[in-house]
């Protein structure tokens, strides 16, 4: 079907799309009235010039073949590119171009899809924004590892971050207003309202804009800012200013929509932050008494060691216990909740101080350990279970009667050199009630050293190969008389030294000899 000027002239007038023509010399034809609207320019700008002219350096070569593969086979293409607005700005387009034999013309139709890529490479950010805070537990790296990966996306030529502390705006920038400097609510008009309605405020054109305060505008030389506020349970505790200087800007709903959805991103994390922080410290705190050392028991000489295999936190289920009873006997716990945290944490002291309390009325950690079992399934809302081993120790005699409830198996080293480890026959407490434990006994003489440990010893790897049992008693068995105290840090130094200083588990020992 041919095509007819007057035709022509009706399909470019109608179009939503900017269409228009190429000449065989390369400059524009006809052109419909989108021209302006999409670029910017006038038909006086355009008139009698090479549409590549309109085509940024960078894309001229591949434009040009383009062209010229659609004249040399007569078929036509899509392709996507970029042209030069009249304001110097670049847009995203969308060319489809044929070949017009009638004319010996080429038509083009260009499709501005500018925001749709912001679009996409906005929502690229975000997921790669929200991959970074899924991961951070710390508000001040939640928010600064951030502000800079948003801010570069959007093109920002600042960023400030805002803490609200006391009605007053303290900045923390990255490059914007001065760091440190301290806003009253009336200084920073345009901050305190994005707090008060909690959502992202867009200035355009702070000159003309009431909403902010234009003689600090002025002084930093601001052109454009978006300011989104930064939550925590409905409190405001900051926001993030987004600055633009060069030029003013007219923020798209596409950008719009990103830092609506950053804030709420921003929010989540800095509450999940707080949250954490609040619950590590009471964990700490309980951690702190779960494994905090006996000064000097009388009797005996003890050395202990704990290492969170963590880097973030040190909060475990590990937990030890060294307490005198009467007639010169010594209650000696090691136990080892499974899972880490606060529960694990709640957990491990309510054992421990079950153990104990129950101690000063029992003699035999059999019954103990039973009655402590009966406890926690009753009164403990966790499903953990809990490996321990507890013992007494008669000072006088040497005698330790002890009952190992799913421990790992204790070693005792004989003055001799020689190492056994002791029976362990017991289930784990707090899997089902009317569990049967029963003691063990074991002769312990003055030399002989007793070493309790947490499965973390025996499970640290090295290419997914064991420290082990085995490995443990050859390195102990080789040491030339260590003391209580030396034993557990040596042990320790050579597991470290066995995984290259990464450990897959919590480390938990005690060693513990008779005083001579």
């Known amino acids: ?140 790296k939640i928010i600064h590892g951030t502000v800079f990966e948003a801010g570069k996306t959007l093109g920002a030529e600042g960023v400030d971050i805002f803490l609200h502390e006391n009605n007053y ?33 867009v200035i355009n054109d702070v000159i003309n804009d009431k909403r902010v305060n234009r003689e600090l505008m002025e002084k930093y030389r601001l052109g454009s800012v978006l300011i989104i506020p930064l939550t925590a349970k409905e409190e405001i505790v900051g926001a993030i200013q987004f600055i633009y200087r060069s030029a003013h800007v007219a923020f798209t709903k596409v950008q719009i929509d990103f830092a609506t959805k950053l804030m709420a991103s921003l929010s989540m994390a800095i509450e999940k932050a707080r949250r954490y922080e609040r619950e590590r410290n009471i964990a700490e705190t309980l951690q702190d008494a779960l494994l905090k050392p006996s000064q000097k028991i009388k009797g005996i000489n003890f050395g202990c060691l704990y290492h969170s295999a963590a880097e973030t936190s040190r909060v475990g289920g590990d937990f030890y216990d060294l307490f005198e009873l009467e007639n010169g006997k010594i209650g000696i716990v090691v136990g080892d909740v499974a899972g880490k945290g606060l529960e694990a944490a709640k957990l491990a002291s309510v054992v421990k101080n079950t153990i104990k309390a129950y101690s000063y009325y029992e003699d035999s950690p059999a019954v103990i350990i039973s009655k402590t079992n009966e406890f926690v399934i009753r009164e403990s809302a966790s499903m953990a279970f809990v490996t321990v081993f507890f013992g007494i120790m008669d000072s006088k005699s040497g005698i330790i009667t002890y009952c190992n409830a799913g421990h790992p198996q204790p070693l005792l080293r004989k003055n001799t050199s020689e190492i056994a480890p002791m029976k362990s026959i017991s289930p784990p407490i707090g899997i089902f009630a009317g569990q049967k434990y029963v003691n063990e006994e074991q002769i312990f003489s003055k030399g002989d050293m007793l070493i309790i440990y947490t499965d973390g010893v025996t499970e640290a790897r090295r290419d997914k190969k064991l420290f082990g049992e085995e490995r443990l008693i050859k390195f102990i068995k080789e040491l030339k008389d260590p ?24 480390v938990m020992l005690l060693t513990v000899s008779l005083e001579n």
Request: charged fraction near 25%; hydrophobic fraction near 40%; charge should be negative.
């Open 1 to 140: 079907m041919g095509y007819t000027k007057t035709h022509l002239e009706s399909i470019l007038n109608n179009s939503l799309d900017l269409i228009f023509t190429v000449r065989k010399d390369g400059t524009l034809g006809y052109f419909n009235p989108c021209l302006e609207k999409i670029t910017g320019y006038t038909s006086y700008q355009i008139d009698g010039k090479s549409f590549l002219e309109f085509i940024p350096r960078h894309q001229k070569r591949f434009v040009l073949q383009k062209c010229l593969e659609i004249k040399e086979n007569k078929a036509p293409q899509t392709f996507e590119t970029e042209i030069i607005k009249a304001d110097g700005t670049l847009a995203h387009v969308l060319v489809s171009a044929s070949f017009l034999k009638e004319f010996d013309e080429l038509i083009v139709v260009i499709k501005d899809i500018t925001e749709q890529k912001m679009a996409s490479k906005l929502c690229e950010a975000l997921n790669d924004i929200n991959a970074l805070i899924s991961e951070a537990f710390d508000v001040e």
């Open 483 to 506: 003391s209580a105290k030396e034993l557990s840090q040596l042990i320790f130094n050579e597991i470290m030294i066995y995984t290259g200083g990464k450990l897959s588990d919590d």
């Open 169 to 201: 705006w303290t900045v923390r920038s990255f490059y914007g207003l001065v760091i440190g400097r301290r806003f009253a609510e009336s200084e920073v008009p345009h901050v305190a309202l994005a707090a008060r309605i909690k959502k992202p405020v």
